[in-house]
């Protein structure tokens, strides 16, 4: 950790803290009231794949690939760091935690593909095509109309997805409308280009941002009821991918970079969970099921909130306990390569 940015880190540590609340927040929504309070509070917390994705791309390495070597061992490691985990943790959850597979092979390929195992695990098969198509990206970057070209494809996307919704009434559900790379791929490649040209905003800006981002809260917040209340697109009112949503998250990145540098002591325990950050990520919903059939036992789910609290921080502390426990058993370089942790 001592050769890492810490600043990243601890957004690291943000951005899973926030996973988890997202999920967490889904648990005993079913009341009206209930999914009211989770839908506005989602609109909060609906930076996590944004950040991780221009997270991913900032550490991304830029370099010539001249040769077919070039890609091979671009491609080794990064897609190493992600798929050996991804299929260790695949094969845990299907033994262990979800039973209805009965080894249907043909089911679990598929699951295994479009990430649907878990939940969450949409993820993987997004940042997979985005490696992908790094190379691509990387010669793009000297390039005004290419630059333009990739940062355009997520508003079209967005797009996309507004017509299908509101035009065609056809509500897209989870995880389809969030697979596609072109969906994404503008907070990559903003990554990208941030890291190159060590993007630097002044300090006159950050209140103009802090006040831009606090609108556009408020605007994710009306949008989501809007699409709820009268297209009655309760899927599409809950999601990150709405175009609010990623102008929220777009200027919380922002709002990062312009503080990143002046900060010089960030949180430890927010450092600590960022390091951990892919390993909560990989097992943290069956965790989560666990914390909530104790809060369920003690009535919780009367608490809408309280009970979101509970489960978030114990999930995030339950989390961090595991990966620490097995870093001391396995060693840490064991348990990254196969556990992600």
Same mark, same amino acid.
């Given at each position: ?15 899973? @803290? ?40 900032? +550490? ?18 990064? $897609? ?6 991804? /299929? ?20 679990? =390929? ?21 490696? !992908? ?27 996309? !997805?507004?017509?299908?919704? !509101? ?15 072109? =969906?994404?791929?503008? +907070? ?10 060590? !993007?630097? %905003? ?22 989501? $009821? ?14 990150? /991918? ?20 002046? %900060? ?7 450092? @600590? ?41 114990? /999930? @995030?502390?339950? #989390? #961090? ?21």
């Amino acid at each position: 950790m001592k050769n890492k940015d810490l600043s990243f880190q601890a957004f690291r540590g943000l951005a899973i @803290i926030a996973v988890v609340a997202i999920h967490a927040s889904g648990i005993n929504d079913e009341t009206e009231w209930n999914y009211g309070f989770s839908m506005i509070f989602r609109q909060f917390v609906n930076f996590v794949v944004p950040v991780f994705i221009f997270i991913s791309g900032y +550490f991304t390495p830029i370099y010539e690939f001249t040769k077919l070597s070039d890609y091979l061992d671009f491609y080794q490691k990064r $897609l190493s760091r992600i798929l050996i985990p991804y /299929v260790v943790w695949c094969a845990l959850i299907i033994l262990f935690y979800k039973h209805n597979y009965q080894w249907h092979w043909s089911k679990i =390929v598929i699951d295994m593909i479009t990430g649907k195992i878990s939940g969450p695990y949409y993820f993987i098969i997004l940042l997979v095509q985005l490696i !992908l198509l790094t190379p691509l990206m990387a010669a793009s970057t000297k390039s005004t109309v290419k630059n333009f070209l990739w940062l355009s494809l997520s508003p079209l996307s967005l797009l996309g !997805l507004y017509f299908s919704s !509101l035009h065609l009434n056809y509500d897209i559900h989870f995880p389809w409308y969030a697979l596609p790379f072109t =969906v994404w791929v503008g +907070f990559y490649y903003l990554g990208l280009l941030a890291n190159k040209s060590n !993007l630097n %905003i002044k300090n006159r800006n950050i209140r103009k941002i802090i006040l831009l981002y606090i609108g556009s809260i408020v605007l994710a917040i009306i949008e989501a $009821l809007l699409l709820w209340k009268i297209f009655n697109l309760t899927s599409f009112a809950n999601s990150q /991918v709405k175009a609010s949503s990623f102008l929220s998250s777009f200027l919380l990145i922002l709002l990062f970079l312009a503080v990143r540098e002046k %900060i010089n002591n960030w949180p430890r325990v927010l450092i @600590i969970i960022g390091e951990f950050s892919f390993g909560i990520y990989l097992f943290h919903m069956p965790v989560l099921d666990l914390m909530s059939r104790i809060t369920n036992k003690f009535g919780f789910q009367n608490f809408w909130i309280a009970q979101l609290l509970i489960n978030s921080c114990g /999930v @995030i502390a339950l #989390c #961090c306990f595991v990966i620490t426990i097995v870093r001391k058993v396995t060693g840490v370089n064991f348990s990254q390569k196969y556990l992600g942790m």
